[in-house]
C-alpha cells in the first residue's frame, strides 16, 4: 500500500490525540417532522413514495413487478437489509462488479437494471433526483465518508457448503406460506404484491445481487421469515437461499461483464 504524506499526518494526530478515529454511528432514522417544506421536502417525499410503489410509479424502468423496499426494507431504515441511511456520504465507491468507482446513480442505475429488471433512470430526471433527495434526507446525521453499523447484509459462514435439496425442505417450512409454492408471490389485490415473487417473470434477474447464494443466505438469515429474522442458522438460510436463487428468472444480458478486474465471489452467476 502506498503511504502518503496525509495518511502520515492522520497517523501523528491520531497518537497525539488531536482528533479522534471515527467510529461507526448507530442506524437511526431522521424523524419525519425533519423533512423541510418546500420544494426540497416534496422531492424527499416524491422520492420515498418512488422507492416504496416502484414498479406502480416507474412502469418505463421496471421490467418486473418489484419495489425498491423489498429488498431496502421499511424505507431502506432497517439494519442488515441494505439502508439507505449513511449510503448519501460513502459514494462515489469502489465496487469490485462494476471494477471502478461509480456514482450514488450508477448504483442506483445498478439496482434498476438488475433487481428490477428493467432500464436506468436518467441522472438528471425528475426521479433520480427525488430518489437521491430522501437518500440525502435519512443520511443528515450520518457524518460524510462513514459506514453506519448495519450497512449491507450481515456476515453468512463463507465454508459452508449449500444443499439446495434441504433449501426445498425448508423453503416448504417457512417461505412458501408468504411467496408462494412456486415462488410466485402474493398479490395485494392492486396489481402488486403483498409479498414478492422469489423467482419467475416478476421477481429479480439472475445479474442481481440477491441472484447470489451467499448474498441471499445473508438477507434470509437476518431477516426472514418475516418478523423472525435470526430464526435460521446459517445453514438453514444458506441452503434455502441456494434453492430458490437458482430457480427460473430473468437473464441478464450483461453480467459476463461483472468483475471485469477480478475478484469474482463463488456464487457468482455468470
Known sequence: MKTTYSTILLGALLAAGLVQAQTAPELKPPADSTIPTGPKGAAIQAG???LGETHQRLPANVGNKLNCTNCHMTGGTVALASPWIGIWGVFP?????????ISLQERVNDCFERSMNGKALAYNSDEMNNILAYMQWLSSDVPTGVSVKGRGFGAIDQKLVPDATHGKKIYGEKCASCHGAAGEGLGNGAGGY??????????????AGMARTFTAAAFVKYNMPL????????????DVSEFFTHQPRPVYAGKDKDW???GK??????
Not at 465507491?93 to 468507482?101: A, D, F, L, Q, T
Not at 418478523?227 to 444458506?238: F, I, K, M, V, Y
Request: charged residues 30%; without cysteine; glycine residues 14%.
Open 227 to 238: 418478523g423472525q429474522g435470526g430464526s435460521l442458522s446459517d445453514q438453514d438460510a444458506l
Open 48 to 50: 420515498k413514495l418512488l
Open 265 to 270: 465471489p463463488k456464487d457468482a452467476r455468470n
Open 93 to 101: 465507491e469502489y465496487r469490485s462488479r462494476s471494477g471502478k468507482i
Open 260 to 262: 471485469p478486474k477480478g
Open 194 to 207: 403483498a409479498f414478492p415473487p422469489l423467482w419467475g417473470k416478476d421477481s429479480f434477474n439472475d445479474g
